[in-house]
Nanobody, 126 residues
Framework: VQLQASGGGLVQAGDSLRLSCAAS????????MGWFRQAPGKEREFVAA????????YYAESVKGRFTISKDNAKNTVYLQMNSLKPEDTAVYYC????????????????????WGQGTQVTVSS
């Protein structure tokens, strides 16, 4: 499984960005894909996740109401629409995939995903 993340960039506070993560190598009919982020000197943290079967979504409290995760099953691609960006959203964003059906807690955890993309930098200036 290969994951290719794209869409990062440098924006000002209040702006929007959309990240994309294209998966190849196999289909994800019953798995999940998630977005995590890691700021300098901090641990990688959960941002959002979506199940391919059913489309249930999960969000970190810090992004709820501002970020939206969505998927295109036909393209094996997941998107993260980020609105009202804040300087504290600055980080490298990683997409991750699980081909099984993770539990709710595992869908929010780094350890729930065996496949990872290369990361894309998001920088929000104040």
């Amino acid at each position: 499984v290969q994951l290719q993340a794209s869409g990062g960039g440098l924006v000002q506070a209040g702006d929007s960005l959309r990240l994309s993560c294209a998966a190849s190598g196999r289909t994800f009919s019953s798995g999940a894909m998630g977005w995590f982020r890691q700021a300098p000197g901090k641990e990688r943290e959960f941002v959002a996740a979506i199940r391919f079967g059913g489309g249930t979504t999960y969000y970190a409290e810090s992004v709820k109401g501002r970020f939206t995760i969505s998927k295109d099953n036909a393209k094996n691609t997941v998107y993260l629409q980020m609105n009202s960006l804040k300087p504290e959203d600055t980080a490298v964003y990683y997409c991750a995939a699980a081909t099984n059906r993770p539990t709710t807690s595992m869908a929010r955890s780094v350890s729930g995903y065996p496949y990872w993309g290369q990361g894309t930098q998001v920088t929000v200036s104040s």
